[in-house]
T-cell receptor, first 115, second 115 residues
Framework: QQQVKQSPQSLIVQKGGISIINCAYENTAFDYFPWYQQFPGKGPALLIAIRPDVSEKKEGRFTISFNKSAKQFSLHIMDSQPGDSATYFCAASIGPTGGGNKLTFGTGTQLKVEL | DGGITQSPKYLFRKEGQNVTLSCEQNLNHDAMYWYRQDPGQGLRLIYYSQIVNDFQKGDIAEGYSVSREKKESFPLTVTSAQKNPTAFYLC??????????????FGAGTRLSVL
């Protein structure tokens, strides 16, 4: 049972454009939603994260939009650069009172930013 | 230089053989995790440990075993019972699960192939 659904599977964006990756979750107990970035042959690294008490969080060119009622959240990469080409994973977890801080990951989006 | 070290980077397993993947962290983190990554399937949790001498099964524990005898070490054994072991294995660690954030830091991974 996949609890976090991610789309699209792959994405090609022109340099300077906006990259948008979407995720939807089922478990309403999730209360922490991070995004990880992974380059080929490397482990994922935390990019940005949000909790459901806010609808948006921005860090530099990266923004998470969160819609609690729709149980959806998305990553927006503004002014996309070739160096942003990587695989992006959304994830979700339940807080410290339950779930042991296990992360449930989406299936990943392979982003390619072309010149 | 703090971080998570996984070794070896590449590993080959023969039919019927058990192999052990090493994961060491010097971040003084209490929790450690093992994930398996397959193309198009994201990261799936194999085992996790919140404290020394204790660990729990994740979503796909069959055919794997772990130990947590020291805080900094969490080796994963892929046993002969795991019939499809070819994958990229990632180890991660995080601060005590009682913390407000669940930032998991990942190692660079071990790629396991079957001969």
């Amino acid at each position: 049972q996949q609890q976090v659904k991610q789309s699209p599977q792959s994405l090609i964006v022109q340099k300077g454009g906006i990259s948008i990756i979407n995720c939807a979750y089922e478990n309403t107990a999730f209360d922490y939603f991070p995004w990880y970035q992974q380059f080929p042959g490397k482990g994922p690294a935390l990019l940005i994260a949000i909790r459901p008490d806010v609808s948006e969080k921005k860090e530099g060119r990266f923004t998470i939009s969160f819609n609690k009622s729709a149980k959806q959240f998305s990553l927006h990469i503004m002014d996309s650069q070739p160096g942003d080409s990587a695989t992006y994973f959304c994830a979700a977890s339940i807080g410290p009172t339950g779930g042991g801080n296990k992360l449930t990951f989406g299936t990943g989006t392979q982003l390619k930013v072309e010149l | 230089d703090g971080g998570i070290t996984q070794s070896p980077k590449y590993l080959f397993r023969k039919e019927g053989q058990n192999v052990t993947l090493s994961c060491e962290q010097n971040l003084n983190h209490d929790a450690m995790y093992w994930y398996r990554q397959d193309p198009g399937q994201g990261l799936r949790l194999i085992y996790y440990s919140q404290i020394v001498n204790d660990f729990q099964k994740g979503d796909i524990a069959e055919g794997y075993s772990v130990s947590r005898e020291k805080k900094e070490s969490f080796p994963l054994t892929v046993t002969s019972a795991q019939k499809n072991p070819t994958a990229f294995y990632l180890c991660a660690s995080s601060m005590s699960p009682g913390g407000a954030k669940n930032i998991q830091y990942f190692g660079a991974g071990t790629r396991l192939s079957v001969l």
